[in-house]
């Protein structure tokens, strides 16, 4: 009997991963040129996917059990097909969220979404103060156009969300845009910036400011309800605290790049999260099919079937390492050059800063 | 273990973002959200194990929406 075709031999060990949850980066083409964009956004790639290809990308992850597609750039509103893959993604029964800088999003593009649903329309302000933002955004009046911005989502009834990346020079304004979207019904995503892309590994949060920011986090979820103030810490703010509760949105389970989480990039290429670097590329949907991308059981080998063994760093003697798995892949990365070994960990801060006994 | 130097170290970090003493004693976790943690922990982990590995937690990279702060984030952990 012949043996299978390496195609056959994927679909028999189908993947029991899902990608419920996918960032495409439609185009790396930009308004902007913020300080700290990972993927150093500003020209479109050589060659980016076609409206037809993106289509299909939609159509392969809806088989896929996909629920969550967000558009992102770059900056997705660019893209002139923006709402058609929008609408067909809509048109599969998916959710899709727009995350964007939110300079471009005029009345015409606020009527456009209202016909989408949106999940959620994103809104990336790194600043308390138009000093801050638009020099970190590097757009002079892009801050008073974000609010302007967010006010006319919320009047439409779009789900809102303000993303903020802090570092160094914009962490201390926190407070300020606490007092700005305290009870505006937006939800706010607090991240840090990480040195990938154009972000000078000097800009980066110390050890202490980043456990300042995660108390300041810690303490808004105590003080006020969802309703008045909806705010979490992204991916890469914990994690496994003694001291602090959890203040992400879900209990850390460890990084879901290639488990449940997908990154397409605007040429194509696939890779677990769009953050890391291209030695973890899988390969490009042009020359392979999504599907038997994911569903190789060699893919995603980084994440997939690791053990307490994997761990690197300090992570190695830890006794939440088999769930937590080193936090943030990009940021261990990034900061040790290795896998799982995440050193902005509260866990481990705390310890550092002396917060526990060991 | 909570000492007055980890009490002191936490307001000084406070400090500089205007947390005051009391907005910080307020941020620590207690016994109630430690709790509710690990039910939801819990909970996630299961759902792992008879959905889908790693569940819903992929959601994290979308870009959070209003539509999840639900019983989830209500504060009890």
Known sequence: ?358 | METTDQTTKLEHLGHTLGLNAAEVARAKRSAKNIIALAIVSGAFIALGRFLMPGGPVGLYYTGVSIKDFGLLFSGWF
Not at chain 1, 70 to 77: H, I, K, N, T
Not at chain 1, 209 to 222: H, R
Not at chain 1, 299 to 328: P, Q
């Open chain 1, 1 to 358: 009997m012949a043996s299978p075709s390496p195609q056959t031999k994927v679909m028999i060990m189908r993947s029991p991963w899902v990608p419920v949850s996918v960032v495409w980066e439609t185009t790396l083409r930009c308004n902007m040129r913020c300080m700290h964009c990972g993927s150093s956004a500003g020209t479109m790639r050589a060659d980016e996917l076609t409206t037809q290809e993106g289509l299909t990308l939609c159509d392969d992850l809806s088989d896929l059990g996909t629920r969550v597609v967000s558009l992102m750039g770059g900056e997705p509103f660019l893209r002139d097909d923006w709402l058609t893959f929008a609408r067909h993604i809509r048109d599969l029964g998916m959710d899709v969220t727009m995350m964007s800088n939110g300079y471009l999003i005029d009345d015409a593009a606020i009527a456009q979404l209202r016909t989408i649903d949106p999940y959620a329309v994103t809104i990336s302000i790194d600043g308390g103060t138009e000093a801050t933002h638009d020099v970190i955004r590097g757009k002079p009046g892009s801050l008073t156009r974000c609010f302007d911005t967010l006010d006319r989502l919320t009047h439409a009834g779009i789900p809102a969300t303000v993303i903020t990346t802090v570092q160094r020079c914009n962490y201390r304004e926190l407070p300020q845009l606490r007092d700005r979207l305290l009870g505006c019904g937006i939800a706010w995503q607090i991240q840090m910036a990480v040195p990938i892309g154009r972000f000078p590994r000097t800009e980066m949060l110390s050890a202490e400011e980043f456990y300042s920011v995660a108390l300041f986090i810690a303490s808004l979820k105590q003080t006020y309800s969802r309703k008045e103030l909806p705010v979490m810490g992204a991916h890469n703010f914990g994690y496994c605290s003694q001291v602090l509760p959890n203040i992400m949105l879900f209990p850390w389970l460890g990084c879901q790049a290639g488990l449940s989480a997908l990154g397409i990039h605007s040429d194509g290429a696939v890779s677990g999260c769009l953050s890391l670097p291209p030695a973890f590329s899988e390969g490009n949907l042009r020359s392979r099919p999504l599907k038997d991308l994911w569903n190789d059981p060699t893919a995603f080998s980084y994440n997939r079937g690791t053990s307490k063994d994997a761990l690197s760093g300090t992570c190695m003697d830890c006794r939440k390492g088999a769930r937590c798995r080193g936090g943030c892949l990009t940021v261990s990365y990034a900061l040790t050059g290795a896998c799982h070994g995440d050193p902005y960990c509260l866990r481990r801060l705390e310890q550092q800063l002396r917060l526990r006994e060991k």
